[in-house]
């Protein structure tokens, strides 16, 4: 087949970013022709009163993606086009563009951007649903997105007029939830439950990473039980969770025998890292790393013993908890979290109540006081991800249904 990849890259690399090149290379790997139409909001030019109008404008609809788009598939004739985000400068005229030349879209729902401005169905640091379902006028009254009324303003006004001239219900032929807790609360936004289907991120291996993490004992390189972070630094990530916890596992922690502390290592940057490591001061073995190319993450998770989600929003489907997993490395996991469905709490990891630092710090105690039985969880966690849905022949053959499905293929 031949599908057209479409994505808006953001100014800082994140998951969908990392879903979008290893699905792009699944497919060119199992012989699928793949085109690339990409976006990246590090051209965004937001200064002036002219620059920030036009970006509203292209919000809600792009011109210049329209014409692009209808041109690439004049010319190439690919069998679907397949969209991971579209927010802000692909924008929907993307859906409009494939379906004037009959060509059916799939959309990947990454975030929850067609419920709630700020797409994550979080504000204040708690779960919130008051948009879900309606127009989300509230979400600009509250500033939710960036904090800026404007902003928030002409993210409403995009989701508004593409739900009133049915973009989302007529133009896109399949959605991909990524767990079958995500399709719910899309439902219930109003997206066709007819026309979702579930499918959660591949497990892309790394050379090396299945013997880098899952055949040695890992450490932080002096024998110590390490404990990982890996992910943005943004509020709804709940790592101020994590560096609560730490302090009460840090208060708890007994010298036993001699051996090495517990180290917690915090990788990755966003807007409350320095928040984050003012909050940490004067905690012992704590280590921030700053962001970490995805190259370099095997061999960071050589050197740990557990990662932890603390996450304190509906998280979708992060990419880390799955490497993790993948590499023979066990994870303790908040509830609300999507890799805790994943996880069989007390044989392949760990699963605790978001935003309850006494919780993870038991999680955690109970992990590092038992590095025998952290290992055998970190084999079940390894096993577990072969066997679902995220393993890269399961994850190849269910695209590829969704691809025939629409496209009317056999």
Same mark, same amino acid.
């Given at each position: 087949?031949?599908?057209?990849?479409? /994505?808006?890259?953001?100014?800082?690399?994140? #998951?969908?970013?990392?879903?979008?090149?290893?699905? *792009?290379?699944?497919?060119?790997?199992?012989?699928?022709?793949?085109?690339?139409?990409?976006?990246? $909001?590090?051209?965004?030019?937001?200064?002036?009163?002219?620059?920030?109008?036009?970006?509203?404008?292209?919000?809600?609809? $792009?011109?210049?993606?329209?014409?692009?788009? +209808?041109?690439?598939?004049?010319?190439?004739?690919?069998?679907?086009? /397949? *969209? /991971?985000?579209?927010?802000?400068?692909?924008?929907?005229?993307?859906?409009?563009?494939?379906?004037?030349?009959?060509?059916?879209?799939?959309?990947?729902?990454?975030?929850?951007?067609?419920? *709630?401005?700020?797409?994550?169905?979080?504000?204040?640091?708690?779960?919130?649903?008051?948009?879900?379902?309606? !127009?989300?006028?509230?979400?600009?009254?509250?500033? *939710?997105? +960036? #904090?800026?009324?404007?902003?928030?303003?002409?993210?409403?006004?995009?989701?508004?007029? /593409?739900?009133?001239?049915?973009?989302?219900?007529?133009?896109?032929?399949?959605?991909?939830?990524?767990?079958?807790?995500?399709?719910?609360?899309?439902?219930?936004? #109003?997206?066709?439950?007819?026309?979702?289907?579930?499918?959660?991120?591949? !497990?892309?291996?790394?050379?090396?990473?299945?013997?880098?993490?899952?055949?040695?004992?890992?450490?932080?390189?002096?024998?110590?039980?390490?404990?990982?972070?890996?992910?943005?630094?943004?509020?709804?990530?709940?790592?101020?969770?994590?560096?609560?916890?730490?302090?009460?596992?840090?208060?708890?922690?007994?010298?036993?025998?001699?051996?090495?502390?517990?180290?917690?290592?915090? @990788?990755?940057?966003?807007?409350?890292?320095?928040?984050?490591?003012?909050?940490?001061?004067?905690?012992?073995?704590?280590?921030?790393?700053?962001?970490?190319?995805?190259?370099?993450?095997?061999? !960071?998770?050589s050197r740990v013993s557990a990662l932890v989600v603390p996450s304190r929003w509906y998280e979708q489907f992060a990419i880390s908890p799955v490497e993790a997993m993948g590499a023979g490395i066990p994870v303790a996991v908040s509830r609300c979290a999507a890799? @805790?469905?994943?996880? +069989?709490?007390?044989?392949?990891?760990?699963?605790?109540?978001?935003?309850?630092?006494?919780?993870?710090?038991?999680?955690?105690?109970?992990?590092?006081?038992?590095?025998?039985?952290?290992?055998?969880?970190?084999?079940?966690a390894r096993a577990a991800c072969e066997a679902s849905a995220c393993a890269p022949e399961a994850n190849l053959a269910a695209l590829e249904r969704i691809y025939r499905s629409c496209a009317g293929k056999p």
């Amino acid at each position: 087949m031949t599908i057209l990849v479409v /994505h808006n890259r953001y100014r800082q690399r994140g #998951g969908e970013d990392s879903v979008f090149e290893s699905e *792009c290379r699944m497919l060119e790997d199992a012989g699928h022709r793949v085109i690339r139409y990409e976006k990246t $909001n590090g051209d965004i030019d937001e200064r002036g009163i002219a620059a920030k109008a036009l970006l509203a404008a292209r919000t809600i609809w $792009n011109r210049r993606t329209y014409r692009e788009i +209808r041109e690439i598939l004049r010319r190439e004739k690919p069998d679907v086009v /397949h *969209c /991971h985000n579209t927010f802000p400068l692909v924008s929907p005229s993307v859906y409009w563009a494939a379906a004037r030349e009959g060509v059916p879209v799939v959309q990947t729902l990454h975030n929850y951007r067609l419920a *709630c401005l700020n797409g994550y169905l979080f504000r204040d640091g708690k779960i919130c649903e008051a948009c879900l379902g309606r !127009l989300p006028w509230r979400g600009v009254c509250r500033r *939710c997105y +960036r #904090g800026s009324f404007q902003q928030s303003a002409v993210a409403f006004a995009a989701l508004a007029v /593409h739900r009133a001239i049915g973009t989302y219900r007529r133009k896109v032929a399949r959605y991909v939830a990524l767990t079958d807790f995500a399709r719910g609360k899309f439902a219930a936004a #109003g997206i066709p439950a007819g026309a979702m289907v579930v499918k959660p991120n591949v !497990l892309v291996e790394k050379d090396g990473a299945k013997t880098a993490a899952a055949e040695k004992t890992a450490s932080a390189g002096d024998g110590a039980f390490a404990f990982l972070f890996l992910g943005r630094l943004s509020p709804e990530k709940g790592v101020d969770v994590l560096i609560e916890a730490w302090r009460m596992f840090c208060a708890d922690a007994a010298a036993g025998g001699g051996a090495p502390r517990p180290r917690l290592l915090v @990788a990755g940057d966003g807007p409350e890292r320095e928040a984050l490591e003012k909050r940490a001061e004067g905690l012992p073995r704590v280590e921030f790393l700053g962001p970490v190319p995805r190259e370099n993450v095997p061999a !960071l998770l050589s050197r740990v013993s557990a990662l932890v989600v603390p996450s304190r929003w509906y998280e979708q489907f992060a990419i880390s908890p799955v490497e993790a997993m993948g590499a023979g490395i066990p994870v303790a996991v908040s509830r609300c979290a999507a890799a @805790a469905t994943l996880v +069989r709490d007390g044989e392949s990891g760990l699963v605790f109540p978001e935003n309850d630092p006494a919780a993870l710090a038991g999680a955690m105690k109970k992990l590092a006081s038992d590095p025998v039985r952290a290992r055998a969880m970190g084999a079940a966690a390894r096993a577990a991800c072969e066997a679902s849905a995220c393993a890269p022949e399961a994850n190849l053959a269910a695209l590829e249904r969704i691809y025939r499905s629409c496209a009317g293929k056999p």
